[in-house]
């Protein structure tokens, strides 16, 4: 334990990312090990500085499962974790243009990854196209936040996006 | 009333079961006759019995050859009782709605051996373990793996292992030990059980069946994870149990003396293999099935059949090799699925679908309802309380251990853990079935003395975990709040975003620096992408792999589905032809995409905006509810309309039913060449109506819905050349007479002008094809009368309309708006369509004022 906490110290501002995130320190240890791997230079920064640690960690925590019996004491902010958040990480990987909807040509670059070379463009556009229709209430053509949530209400997000992060 | 009706049905049973008697027992006694001649029970030796009766003096025209046929009739005619048995069942909901269709079929089972009893003072039929484990189980077995969840499968396959193996270990072991335990305190009184036995029996009644848990199940909607852990336990396990039974067996055949440290071992290695084996046979056979289906496309019609013959063969090798043969047939059937649906032709997938069903629900009947039957036997009942109460009581609480003690263990490393109502209901599932009676039945008298206080406890312990469970499953899971499985509706961004999940989570497990669940699954998907699918899947069927685009093809069809239907339902098709909406965004699509593609001509285009309004949901209904008001005026001045136009441009097709009788091609009138002109006769026409719209008339809107109409259908169509010629041709006609009318219309032809300018245009090169080769050349009736014509078959509809409907007028009358949707708002409607009706060709009416030019409107 002394080993742990010793090194907890080399975490900057490690109590507050426990907090906001909800990782234990044994967590927070692990990845921050895997941090330090992953960045190569030593400048505490990953993809060109725009990553560090904190965010790295913040970014990370989304996949945290949802734990259920967790005391209530960590109301007062939600955490990244929570349904909304990992809706809302899901989101914005879709939004590429960050304006807060996804349209048609969004949609089509997320589809033109995934789907490779089986399909052609008219199936993808196709595709993109009864997408956006069935999640799109207000008739904007394009999807909001709250359609994209309403539209994925029933899916156990919970489960599918949330990794088991080894202690 | 109710209670009236509840009688009235219970008699029906009644006499239907003295009606199955009155034969049964005839039969029983051919049966007698038959053991005493010593030849066996279940196997067929009636066959050449006939040909040996005494020298005939006289031909006879007609002899009773009941013996002939006994055997085979008998099977028939109890297969056909069994399954009365479940329509009598089915038939009241308000039965089965508290009581699992399984219990109610050994009740009735329980009815149908009491009458046998009566009428024989003996049980002459009864579930012998030949055709059991050889008729009656592989099918249900085939089933499962074929339709199990994969995915959900191989994602909780590790729980499902480890309750499958360990946990039917342990039940075997603790109930046996428990039980001799309990004999060595004298709790039994004097039974001529030995440890070995004892353990003999424990792994025998440690088997959850799974035709009893998916029965029950089934009817109680429990979440989708929990239904897969119990389910494929119960799969898995029952492999499981018999390979410990051949174990206990063997030790038990070589007696307690001879077992020592090396038999042990050899029995440990003989699990694995045994199970481990039977896995591999059927991964070998599943493996076959799929290269199979990778080139029946010329049998269509027996395809089906391959899947259940090497279902069947992968039981019967991993029987003959004394592997597992259920762990075989289920992987068989979980590997083959997808290939098998990939490669196999629409119609025979629904084939094999159905008909699996059909076997497995049938012989699960079947095994209900002769567990009920083989109770009704004296001899099987050998009463004693202690042995029978403890077993009882000891299944029931070291399975709650068992699976409490191991989920517990595994929530540990689940992502979700698994929680405890749901471990109780787990728990309680745990319903004992036929597959522990045929092993109870298999089991030697001679070296097992009591062998018959084994049989009536596992009977039992099948009437209590299935009856007594079965019916307090759905109040339990009810009072428990147990998670249920939602209903839920595909939705293609839902699957999208499902899809995106996994990538993101295989990078962000990688970013992380672990590896997981994800990692494997990617790499799996890898490997599968890599190696097996090209392998194993036709190149055509590859392209359908794809989750999302399955969905997409999967909510097409419905939707296309929905929209005939939505149309039939407010009796016409008519609500096609509402173009705003369609043209509305057609505009938009167009301008969009002239920016974007600036020289792909503007049809193209109308293809596009065609294709993305078929995705457009409310669409259809919208414009429906527009269109009804006007529907009924419109309807009918479209019905002239519409004859008229179908009479002018249908070809006559002369081959219907060609192949009525045929056994090996089902299809009506496929014909490559008619196929071939439709399509000539259709693209001339978009480019004639391409041509006008270049010339500043708007392009035509039929157009639009007509491809939007093509775009639906050919995805079937494209997918699977299954579709019968029933609606290809159907829908091919409706699609070129709009062709034709676009094109007439908007180069503004006068319309019966339209025959004449016609044919040279359209450059019909076949003669069959002709419109009008008849030797009563239609040309020289009017065209406006077409449609009285129509009923003396002088021109074909359409092949559905001819198959399916009586060619009365009236009912052309009301297909033609389902057929074929005009833009019928010109004068030529007539006033006098209750007399075209009742017209004869000899009665003409007056030639209708030429249709006004269109172009008036639309220029």
């Not at chain 2, 010593?38 to 066959?47: E, K």
Request: aromatic fraction near 10%; charge should be negative.
């Amino acid at each position: 334990m002394g080993s742990s906490s010793s090194s907890r110290n080399k975490i900057p501002n490690a109590q507050e990312l426990m907090d906001q995130t909800g990782f234990s320190s044994a967590h927070l240890l692990r990845l921050y090990d895997r941090f330090e791997c992953l960045d190569r230079d030593n400048r505490g920064y990953l993809r060109q500085d725009t990553v560090d640690f904190s965010s790295f960690v913040r970014i990370l925590a989304h996949f945290r499962p949802t734990d259920r019996n967790r005391n209530k004491e960590g109301t007062q902010q939600e955490l990244p974790n929570s349904r909304t958040r990992k809706l809302k990480f899901a989101f914005q990987l879709y939004d590429l243009d960050r304006d807060g909807k996804i349209s048609r040509e969004e949609l089509l670059q997320v589809l033109r990854a995934m789907l490779g070379l089986q399909v052609t463009e008219e199936q993808l556009q196709s595709i993109a196209e009864r997408a956006i229709q069935e999640a799109d209430l207000d008739k904007d053509d394009a999807i909001s936040f709250d359609e994209f949530k309403k539209s994925l209400e029933k899916v156990d997000i919970d489960t599918k996006m949330s990794i088991g992060f080894l202690k | 009333m109710a209670t009236l009706w509840r009688f009235t049905l219970f008699l029906c049973m009644l006499l239907m079961a003295c009606g199955g008697l009155s034969l049964a027992s005839e039969e029983a006694e051919t049966r007698n006759t038959q053991t005493e001649t010593g030849t066996g029970s279940s196997s067929n030796t009636t066959g050449g019995g006939g040909h040996e009766a005494a020298p005939i003096t006289t031909l006879p025209i007609v002899t009773w050859k009941w013996h002939h046929i006994s055997v085979q009739y008998l099977v028939a005619l109890w297969i056909l009782v069994c399954w009365l048995c479940k329509l009598i069942i089915e038939a009241n909901h308000s039965v089965t709605n508290y009581i699992p269709e399984s219990a109610l079929l050994i009740c009735s089972g329980f009815i149908l051996g009491g009458m046998i009893w009566g009428a024989d003072k003996m049980q002459t039929f009864s579930l012998s373990p030949t055709v059991f484990f050889y008729f009656l189980l592989p099918q249900i077995i085939l089933d499962s793996g074929y339709h199990m969840p994969n995915k959900l499968f191989f994602t909780n396959l590790g729980a499902i292992l480890i309750h499958a193996v360990i946990g039917t270990c342990w039940n075997a072991a603790s109930l046996g030990l428990s039980l001799w335990g309990c004999h060595m305190g004298g709790a039994m009184g004097d039974l001529d059980i030995g440890l070995l036995q004892y353990l003999l029996f424990g792994s025998l009644m440690a088997a959850v069946d799974p035709v009893a848990v998916l029965a029950v199940f089934d009817q109680v909607h429990v979440n989708e994870v929990l239904f897969i852990i119990v389910f494929g336990e119960s799969l898995l396990n029952d492999g499981v149990t018999v390979v410990l039974f051949n174990v206990f067996d063997a030790f038990v055949s070589l007696g307690g003396g001879r077992i020592n440290a090396a038999e042990i071992v050899k029995g440990i290695v003989s699990f694995f293999v045994v199970a481990f084996g039977g896995s591999l046979v059927g991964i070998a056979f599943g493996i076959l099935i799929a290269l199979l289906t990778r080139c029946t496309k010329n049998i269509q019609i027996i395809e089906p059949g391959f899947i259940f013959v090497m279902g069947y063969l992968s039981y019967l090798t991993a029987e003959m090799l004394s592997l597992s043969a259920i762990l075989s047939t289920t992987f068989c059937g979980v590997l083959c699925q997808k290939y098998v649906r990939a490669n196999m032709d629409e119609s025979s997938v629904q084939t094999v679908k159905y008909a699996m069903k059909v076997f497995a629900n049938g012989s699960e009947t079947i095994i209900f309802v002769f567990l009920g039957i083989s109770a009704i036997d004296k001899v099987i009942w050998v009463w004693n309380t202690g042995f029978i109460l403890l077993t009882l009581l000891f299944i029931f609480v070291y399975r709650f251990i068992g699976v409490f003690f191991l989920q517990w263990i595994l929530n540990r490393y689940r992502l979700v853990p698994i929680e405890l109502i749901d471990m109780v209901i787990m728990s309680y599932g745990g319903l004992r079935g036929a597959v522990a009676y045929g092993l109870a039945v298999l089991l030697d008298e001679n070296k097992i003395k009591e062998k018959n206080l084994m049989i009536c406890t596992t009977l039992i312990v099948v009437y209590f975990t299935v009856i007594l469970q079965g019916i307090t499953m759905k109040p339990l899971v009810m009072w428990l709040k147990v998670k249920r499985a939602e209903v839920t509706e595909v939705s293609l961004l839902e699957k999208m975003t499902n899809k995106m999940f996994n990538h993101t989570l295989v990078a962000i497990e990688d970013i992380s620096g672990q590896i997981g669940d994800n990692y494997f699954r990617s790499k799996w998907r890898h490997f599968e992408e890599k190696w097996m699918t090209p392998l194993l899947m036709k190149p055509s069927a590859r392209k359908k792999q794809d989750e999302v685009f399955d969905v997409f093809h999967q909510l097409n069809l419905k939707d296309a589905m929905e929209y005939v239907t939505e149309g039939e339902r407010s009796g016409s098709l008519e609500f096609v032809r509402n173009d705003s909406a369609i043209l509305d965004f057609k505009k938009k699509l167009e301008s969009e995409y002239t920016e974007v593609l600036p020289d792909i001509p503007p049809y193209m285009i109308n293809n596009h905006g065609a294709m993305f309004t078929m995705g457009r949901d409310p669409i259809p209904s919208v414009s429906l509810e527009m269109h009804e008001q006007t529907m009924k005026a419109m309807r009918e001045a479209e019905a002239v309309d519409a004859h008229h136009l179908l009479d002018q441009h249908l070809y006559k097709s002369r081959k219907q039913y060609r192949h009525g009788f045929s056994r090996s091609d089902f299809k009506i009138n496929r014909d490559e060449k008619e196929v071939q002109e439709i399509f000539q006769r259709t693209m001339r026409n978009r480019l004639e109506s391409f041509k006008s719209a270049k010339m500043g008339v708007s392009p035509p809107k039929t157009i639009v819905k007509h491809s939007k109409k093509e775009q639906q259908e050919k995805i079937p169509n494209g997918k699977s050349m299954s579709k019968t010629k029933l609606c290809h041709s159907g829908d091919e006609d409706f699609e070129f007479s709009e062709g034709d009318s676009a094109s007439g219309y908007d180069s503004s032809y006068p319309s019966f002008s339209m025959r004449a300018t016609y044919r040279p245009g359209a450059g019909i090169e076949n003669p069959a094809f002709m419109p009008d080769l008849d030797p009563m050349d239609l040309l020289q009736i009017p065209p406006w009368l077409a449609e009285s014509e129509l009923d003396s078959s002088m021109v074909a509809l359409s092949h559905r309309a001819q198959v399916g409907l009586p060619r009365t007028p009236s009912n052309l009358r009301r297909l033609a708006p389902l057929r074929i949707s005009t833009r019928s708002t010109d004068s030529f409607t007539l006033e006098n369509i209750p007399d075209t009706q009742q017209m004869d060709s000899d009665q003409l009416p007056p030639p209708p004022p030429p249709r006004p030019p269109r172009d008036d409107g639309y220029v």
